[in-house]
């Protein structure tokens, strides 16, 4: 085999990959957002110096993360309803990808603290959503 022609397989090969990954993270995407709202969101565990980039979707009585890019189309996290705490928004000190003017806010799970950060109409849109009644409660409203 001749070394153009064997540089071309590599080459055509490294596309065809190329597109193939573009193609799963489209489709993953598409995937995650059917049926629920999905919005951009950094976690930061409290022992950990920076932001993730994620996806944030909420799920009925779940609210699930996950990587932005990544091969798994299950979340990372998943925390639910009843027992998340959110604490009170604060303007972001620190530059973070993908979201300049976002907020970040403290919160709690059985115990386990982090840091969400996120813009603020979806800070707004996920306080609603933790306040709301979860679907299939009957809620009586005098």
């Given amino acids: ?15 065809l990959l190329a597109v193939l990954a573009l193609a799963y993270i489209f489709v993953r995407r598409r995937l995650l957002s059917s049926g629920a709202p999905l919005m951009l969101c ?29 091969p798994s189309p299950r979340p990372v996290r998943t925390w639910e309803r009843p ?24 919160c709690r799970y ?13 800070y707004t849109a996920m306080r609603s959503w933790l306040e709301s009644s979860p679907p299939g409660f009957n809620v009586n409203v005098a």
Avoid: C, H, K, N
């Fill in 1 to 15: 085999m001749a070394p153009a022609t064997f540089v071309e397989i590599i080459v055509g090969a490294l596309a």
């Fill in 110 to 122: 059985d115990g386990d603290e982090f840091r969400l950060a996120l813009a603020p109409a979806a």
């Fill in 83 to 106: 027992r998340l705490e959110l604490g009170p928004p604060e303007v972001s000190q620190e530059a973070i990808a993908a979201l300049p003017e976002a907020v970040t806010v403290a």
């Fill in 42 to 70: 950094a976690l930061r565990a409290l022992d950990r110096s920076s932001y993730r980039l994620g996806l944030l979707r909420f799920s009925g009585g779940t609210l699930e993360w996950y990587t932005l890019i990544g």
